[in-house]
T-cell receptor, first 114, second 112 residues
Framework: DQQVKQNSPSLSVQEGRISILNCDYT??????FLWYKKYPAEGPTFLISISSIKDKNEDGRFTVFLNKSAKHLSLHIVPSQPGDSAVYFC?????????????FGKGTHLIIQP | DTGVSQDPRHKITKRGQNVTFRCDPI?????LYWYRQTLGQGPEFLTYFQNEAQLEKSRLLSDRFSAERPKGSFSTLEIQRTEQGDSAMYLCASSGGGATQYFGPGTRLTVL
């Protein structure tokens, strides 16, 4: 049973436009959410995170929105750049203070077209 | 800041052989995690250390897997009697106490 779901395996966006990646979760004990970016043959790179007490967090071109009632979060990238082409993973952490590891979705492959 | 490093980056072995991977976390990070990632999946949690103590193990970590962090710095993950199903990317991550984990480049294991 997948507790973190990324329902879009891939997403194609034109350079300069907004990229919106979505993530849903089922476990109400999750209290911290993270987005990672991954290039082939490399480890995931941390992008941005959000605590469950917030509904928005912004860092440069990246903004994460959290809707707790819908158990849904999204990552907005504006404007999209060619270097943003990668696989993006949504991850969640429970109330175990880090002892429980992160639970990841299957990822969304973002392709930025020129 | 040298980041998390892992060695080797690639390992090819024959079924039944033992393999050992090493992870060096970010300096002064007291938490260290191992994950496994297979094609088309996100990383899956295997085990967690706080300093030298192994505090959590996933049910994915069968008896053939063992991990150590002897002095609370680097960690090793050993797989005994490897099987073809063990072929995956093995990722190590560390954190300084918050929920954000920083990942290494991974070790790609291929079992023939």
């Amino acid at each position: 049973d997948q507790q973190v779901k990324q329902n879009s395996p891939s997403l194609s966006v034109q350079e300069g436009r907004i990229s919106i990646l979505n993530c849903d979760y089922t476990n109400s004990m999750f209290d911290y959410f993270l987005w990672y970016k991954k290039y082939p043959a490399e480890g995931p790179t941390f992008l941005i995170s959000i605590s469950s007490i917030k509904d928005k967090n912004e860092d440069g071109r990246f903004t994460v929105f959290l809707n707790k009632s819908a158990k849904h979060l999204s990552l907005h990238i504006v404007p999209s750049q060619p270097g943003d082409s990668a696989v993006y993973f949504c991850a969640a952490s429970g109330a175990g203070g880090g002892a429980d590891g992160l639970t990841f979705g299957k990822g969304t492959h973002l392709i930025i077209q020129p | 800041d040298t980041g998390v490093s892992q060695d080797p980056r690639h390992k090819i072995t024959k079924r039944g052989q033992n393999v050992t991977f090493r992870c060096d976390p970010i300096s002064e990070h007291n938490r260290l995690y191992w994950y496994r990632q297979t094609l088309g999946q996100g990383p899956e949690f295997l085990t967690y250390f706080q300093n030298e103590a192994q505090l959590e193990k996933s049910r994915l970590l069968s008896d053939r897997f063992s991990a150590e962090r002897p002095k609370g710095s680097f960690s090793t993950l050993e797989i005994q009697r490897t099987e073809q199903g063990d072929s995956a990317m093995y990722l190590c991550a560390s954190s300084g106490g918050g929920a954000t984990q920083y990942f290494g480049p991974g070790t790609r294991l291929t079992v023939l």
